[in-house]
């Protein structure tokens, strides 16, 4: 479970509603939004939190509306959801995990590879860095994933407790 998160990092303003967005996306595709796929964008909008796509399935199999939706929507829905801009992919440990991007600000993780935790933050030096790097190779950034892979506080002091008990 990688859905313990911080979220502390606020919302950025936009001018339409997700669903909005996506329904305006799929326009461009000559595909309809159908009832299947608005019960996927509002649930996804309304829990903002790390996620894949068999907890997504789990969690609207729980609601009335999303009962009946089948893994196949449920996958392709989340491939046009992060190429409408409304989600973003990143990979952990072989594991596809979605969380916003539409109407969140830009930011960066660490990962606890032992609890799995997502520790959000976001920081002007490491946006610097990566300017000053992309600028060396007269390359125009526009955009960049950093992932700290590691242990967190607790898993920490866990290990240290336990090495601990060990030796006595
Ligand atoms: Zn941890
Ligand atoms: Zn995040």
Redesign the pocket.
Known sequence: MASA?D?S?GKVAVAMTPQERFAEFLQTRGKRITRQREVIVEHVSAHHE?FDAEQLLAGLRRTPGGARASRPTVYRTLAEMVEAGLL?K?VLDGRAVY??DYG?PQ???LYCTSCHR?I?FSSEEVARIRDEVASRHQFRPQGHRLIISGLCANCRSNRSKSRHQDRV
Do not use: P
């Open positions: 998160a979220f990092l790390h973003k990143m969380e916003h969140y930011h960066d993780h997502l959000e």
